[in-house]
Each structure stands twice: as structure tokens, then as C-alpha cells.
């Protein structure tokens, strides 16, 4: 009988000591850590072993639980392999996601910021600067992978290029990526933006989806007040409507670039250039999308509201980049007066 107590009180023991050792262990993979290396790349490199890796990242104090992770992958994650690459280890950070981190694998990667309302023409540039890759691209090949309409064939049939299709945006990016797969990337992005029930808005609308793209990269060179998005697609709907020239400068800036002449200055002949992104000069809207436009200018053009006007100019007064807007010629010319006012103030500043 005291042989039975005996093993009873073994068994007892074992199961505290077991569970007070699980929890231990489950206390100490999942708590964060802090550490002073969360700006660094940390090399693990190929065919180095778990342990080794685990003393290259206690020396660096991303580990600090050195005996539970080990424990952890001896017993609880017999099938996590720790993969080759250069890792950034956010701080503060606990020995699981480390573990989880190094399952996944990673290269070093770059950031790539595109800007909303950059045209094809200046991401070239940066795409160009910022993947160098042998043999060497320049701005125009890259510019010419942007010819690649097969990406967009599926969304717009009639794209003689991806303008407008390449979503601005911040990305994350191995350092080695080649420039046509950040095109790529950038396309997919952008139809991941694109809602389902978008299509019927633009149907009722009676605009193809190439035209809702069209009309909001107009709106995202006017107006970068997200509030007033839907204000200006009012404006062009109802010039639309009453086939009014939509005398967007921005198409002209556009055509300058076409042409490879911009300068940062509109000079005379490109408005009065016969050309059909001309809006000057048209009626209707140019052939396609002068730019990338953000998400919000695509669900201005989706969702315009619903106005009587016909221009806007710079609200001055407020000086936040918003707009007055005018249902007539005659309250526009008093609204472009005095911007002319204050611009000629600005100018002897």
C-alpha cells in the first residue's frame, strides 16, 4: 500500500513538474523581447545548423531564451527547418516568430515608393535606379516593359500600355528582383485594389472600366483632398455630359511627356498642340490614363457626387491644396481672378 502512495505521489509530482515545465516553456518562446539590431540584416548562411544559428542570434540578443527555444524545437517543432537568407528581426520580438521568421526564409529586400499620380515615366526612372541588374537596364527598356499589356489584358482588352495600372504604393522587394517582376508586381497590386461590385458601379455609370481608371488619374493630378475626390468627378461627368473640353493642364504635362520634351514648365505649344490627350481641345476624355491613380480617386470616379458644377479653382484663402467650386461662368472668372491676384503676390514674394 505505501509502495502504491509512493508511486501515486511520483506520478503527481512528475505531472506538476511536466506542466510547470510546459508552461515555462510556453511562457518563455512567446514573449517579446527587445533588442538593438532591428535596423541590421543578420546573415544565416547556407547549411549553417540550428544550433549555430541560435548562438549567432544570442550573440546578437534576438534570442534571449536560448535553452526553451532549443527545447522547443527538440520537442514541440520537430518539424521547423530554420532556411538560409538575410533577416531584419523586428525589436521587440519573441523566440517563436524568430523561429517563424527563419522557417519562411528571407532575402534582403528594399523598399520601392510610388507615389500617387506618378506616370509611367517617372516610375521608370526609379525602378531603373533602384534594381540594377546585369546586364544593366535603363529607364526607357524598363519603360518598355510597361508595353507588356498581356498583365492587363484580362481588366482593360484595349490598353495599348499599363498606364494606370501600376498601383502606387509602398513594396517591399528582394534586393535581386528583376525590374520586369516589380511591374508585374505592381499590376497585380492594383487588381487586388479593384472591388468586384466595381464593375457594376462602372456599368451604370455607362464608363468602361478602362474610363473609371481614365477619369480617376485625372482626378488624382487635380485635386489630393481626399474630401472634394468626389466634387471634382462631378465636375468632369457633368462636362462630359454637356460636351464641354475638360481642359485638364495636367493631360497637357502628359503630352510634354510623351513627346519627351517636359521641362517642368507648361509652355504654349503644348496646349495648343493637336494631339488627342489635348483636353483643351478635345471633347470627351483622352484615350486612356495619365497616371497611376490611388484608391480614392478610383472610388471618386466611381461614386461622383452629385452636382450642378462645372470648373473650380485653388481655394487661396484656406491654403490646404483644396478648391471653390462654380456652377457658372461668371462666379468661375471671379474665382480665377483672384487666384491670378494672389499667384502675381506670390511670384514678387
Known amino acids: 500500500m505505501k509502495l502504491i502512495r509512493f508511486i501515486l505521489l511520483f506520478l503527481l509530482l512528475m505531472a506538476l513538474a511536466l506542466g510547470g515545465g510546459y508552461f515555462w516553456l510556453q511562457q518563455a518562446i512567446n514573449n517579446p523581447v527587445a533588442h538593438d539590431y532591428s535596423s541590421e540584416y543578420i546573415t544565416i548562411e547556407q547549411g549553417m545548423a540550428s544550433n549555430r544559428i541560435l548562438r549567432e542570434l544570442e550573440k546578437y540578443q534576438i534570442l534571449q531564451e536560448p535553452l526553451a527555444t532549443k527545447l522547443y524545437l527538440r520537442f514541440l517543432a ?10 531584419r528581426f523586428p ?157 485638364i493642364d495636367a493631360t497637357n504635362v502628359y503630352i510634354a511627356k510623351l513627346l519627351n520634351r517636359w521641362d517642368g514648365i507648361i509652355h504654349k505649344s503644348d496646349v495648343e498642340v493637336d494631339h488627342p490627350y489635348n483636353t483643351r481641345r478635345i471633347q470627351g476624355l483622352p484615350p486612356g490614363p495619365i497616371c497611376s491613380p490611388s484608391k480614392s480617386a478610383l472610388e471618386a470616379a466611381l461614386n461622383p457626387a452629385s452636382t450642378d458644377y462645372l470648373y473650380y479653382v485653388l481655394n487661396v484663402e484656406v491654403g490646404d491644396g483644396s478648391h471653390n467650386f462654380y456652377a457658372d461662368a461668371a462666379g468661375f472668372a471671379r474665382g480665377k481672378a483672384e487666384y491670378q491676384r494672389w499667384l502675381s503676390r506670390q511670384r514678387k514674394n
Open 78 to 87: 520537430t518539424d521547423l527547418r530554420l532556411e538560409a537568407g538575410d533577416y
Open 91 to 247: 525589436s521587440p520580438i519573441s523566440p517563436k516568430e524568430v523561429l517563424n521568421e527563419l522557417e519562411n526564409g528571407r532575402k534582403r529586400s528594399k523598399a520601392l515608393t510610388i507615389p500617387e499620380g506618378w506616370s509611367r515615366f517617372e516610375m521608370a526612372e526609379r525602378i531603373a535606379a533602384q534594381f540594377p541588374v546585369e546586364p544593366a537596364l535603363t529607364s526607357e527598356e524598363v519603360l518598355a516593359l510597361m508595353n507588356d499589356t498581356s498583365l492587363i489584358h484580362d481588366f482593360d482588352p484595349q490598353a495599348t500600355n499599363l498606364e494606370g495600372y501600376l498601383y502606387p504604393t509602398t513594396y517591399d522587394f528582394e534586393m535581386d528582383t528583376h525590374p520586369e517582376a516589380v511591374v508585374e508586381r505592381m499590376v497585380q497590386q492594383f487588381k487586388s485594389i479593384w472591388q468586384p461590385e466595381w464593375d457594376q458601379l462602372a456599368q451604370n455609370l455607362g464608363r468602361t472600366k478602362q474610363e473609371i481608371v481614365t477619369i480617376a488619374s485625372l482626378i488624382e493630378n487635380e485635386s489630393q483632398v481626399d474630401s472634394e475626390r468626389a466634387l471634382v468627378a462631378s465636375v468632369i461627368y457633368n462636362r462630359l455630359e454637356k460636351r464641354i473640353p475638360l481642359g
